[in-house]
């Protein structure tokens, strides 16, 4: 079967539907990796993220009548991932926040020039930084970045103004830049 291929895509919902174990296990098996990925964006644990996974893809299969073949059933369920991402933010709310302003009372000053600095970063590099950022950061720097979602939309689904959304995105920004810096000051 392929994901790919519109008729395997029918055969599986529909057994999804039919709440098919043999068809379920095959959605679950094959977006593991990168359904883990965008929890894993989101979680400050990898604990967290196999919770946050194990949670949408229960949600998966709770709505899989709903999906209407507009798209791909893959968009379909990164969609529902970062939805329950979002959902425990929020269900998190005042735990993040006051982690946030600990992290923010450590920050240094100094901005960091954006020409060049992430030249020579790997993508995993990086990612593991955004995975320093304070949740709320995390959160606004995954939906905006990766996820292509408005400051608008951000601020609707966060409870937070649009404006809050882009001061977020770039206190995330500074402290990448400002993480970056320090490491590529201790390869010198």
Known sequence: MDLSNQADVRKIVDGCVDRNAHFQQF???????????????????????????????IKVFDKIEKFNFNGSLEGWIRRIMVNNAIDYYRKNKNRFAMSETLFEGKQIANEVESEGIFDGVTADLLLSFVQQLSPTYKTVFNLYVLDDYSHAEIGEELGISEGTSKANLFKAKRNLKQ????HLEKMR
């Open 27 to 57: 959605l679950y098996k094959t977006l593991y990796s990168k359904m883990m990925v965008v929890c894993l964006r989101y979680a400050s644990r990898p604990e967290d993220a196999k919770d946050l996974f194990q949670e949408g893809f």
């Open 179 to 182: 993480m970056v810096k320090v």
